[in-house]
């Protein structure tokens, strides 16, 4: 551990001096911090208010206010993830000292290839050159061959140009899915409802899909990109990333999550139907006397022909109260011996099987009748 912090400290020290002595070895350490100091205050005269330029010299002012060289090495390792950053952000200085606009051409096309991500599996000819370019159009470069920046700011413009195109075709078919998406979203805002309003008759069961139903709003977030395409492809002449939507080359569009809560939530909505047929219509029909004017025979009927629509408009009408009071009340129960006494006074070694195939006949009407459950036994007289 020792020897790697020596190790990353003396190739921050080599930086500071190649940087600023041209490689020339010198003890003079209070020397090279003065120099820095003077550096940036020549610099902070023609830096302009350009982010990346003001980035950039602020660090270099906390280094060079430092009090010795060892201290400036410990700021320097704090505020910059390498060496190599180090070297090239006192190039940079340099640079600008000599020669503000060429130094400044250059930060603004850095800055430009730098901001735009590009996934090397989906483009992997513009991922290559624009590393490419980013490894050699460096400030160090720069210093030591000026003439050069020509080349490399026309290498920059030639990779601009591919990547808008990638972008704009990109940046469109992921918004086409988003406005898809949106469609879709908006279609199913009946069931959505619907399940949650179910969802709060606890005593029909636990509800259903809630993790998915905050899925779905967060999706209904989602809205398609408002630029035209005449002033996207304008706008990134000078940022890489449209700053209205912020995409980025490799953003995947939401259209397998939106499919999967759509499908989950019409499983929802049709495990709650089965629901209401199992517990909520057999009592009704076994007792019309609970009905809640017309919604009673509206609500059966959306029940049994799976009319989600009609079953929404019939709750969104304050039937909900209702079937909460239903639900509240105990769940009636079939007398099955009842019944089989109607046909069978009277059991007797003669007549028992046809007894046990009458009740098994009775037992499986009551059960198809009340949506495949019921529960047997007397009813309680009231208290």
Excluded at 20 to 40: E, N, Y
Excluded at 42 to 64: N, Q, W
Excluded at 260 to 288: F, K
Aim: hydrophobic share 40%; proline share 4%.
């Amino acid at each position: 551990m020792t020897s790697d912090f020596l190790a990353r400290s003396r190739q921050f020290q080599d930086a500071l001096t190649e940087a600023l002595t041209d490689g020339a070895k010198t003890d003079a350490d209070a020397g090279v911090l003065a120099s820095l100091a003077q550096l940036l205050t020549r610099t902070r005269t023609v830096s302009g208010d350009h982010p990346h330029v003001i980035e950039a010299l602020e660090a270099l002012d906390s280094i060079g206010a430092s009090s010795d060289v060892g201290t400036a090495l410990s700021e320097a390792a704090a505020l910059f993830e390498s060496p190599q950053l180090f070297r090239e952000a006192l190039y940079f200085a340099r640079c600008l000292d000599r020669d503000a606009a060429s130094a400044l051409d250059l930060i603004n096309a850095r800055g430009y290839v730098a901001r735009a991500l590009v996934p090397v599996a989906a483009y992997p000819d513009l991922a290559s050159t624009q590393v490419s370019w980013l490894d050699t159009a460096t400030f160090a470069r720069l210093w030591q061959e000026s003439p050069g920046l020509t080349s490399m700011l026309e290498s920059a413009d030639l990779w601009r140009r591919a990547y808008i195109p990638a972008y704009q075709s990109a940046h469109t078919a992921y918004n086409d899915a988003v406005a898809a998406i949106t469609q879709d979203i908006d279609a199913q805002q009946t069931q959505v409802e619907l399940l949650e309003n179910l969802n709060h008759l606890r005593k029909l069961g636990p509800p259903l899909m809630e993790l998915e139903l905050v899925k779905f709003h967060e999706l209904e977030q989602s809205f398609a990109c408002p630029a035209n395409a005449e002033h996207l492809v304008e706008a990134l002449q000078s940022d890489p990333i449209c700053a209205e939507c912020g995409f980025r080359l490799g953003n995947i569009s939401p259209t397998g999550d939106a499919q999967r809560v759509i499908h989950a939530i019409e499983r929802g909505l049709g495990m709650q139907q089965l629901r209401l047929s199992q517990r909520v219509v057999p009592r009704l029909t076994a007792n019309p006397s609970r009905r809640a004017g017309d919604n009673f025979d509206r609500f059966i009927q959306a029940v049994q022909g799976d009319d989600t629509a009609e079953l929404a408009r019939v709750l969104d009408e304050g039937f909900l109260g209702f079937l909460d009071d239903l639900l509240d009340a105990p769940e009636p129960r079939i007398n099955l011996v009842e019944r089989l006494s109607r046909e069978h006074p009277e059991l007797t070694t003669d007549n028992l099987d046809a007894a046990v195939e009458s009740f098994r006949r009775i037992a499986a009407d009551e059960v198809a009748r009340n949506g495949g459950r019921v529960r047997i036994g007397v009813e309680e007289e009231p208290a």
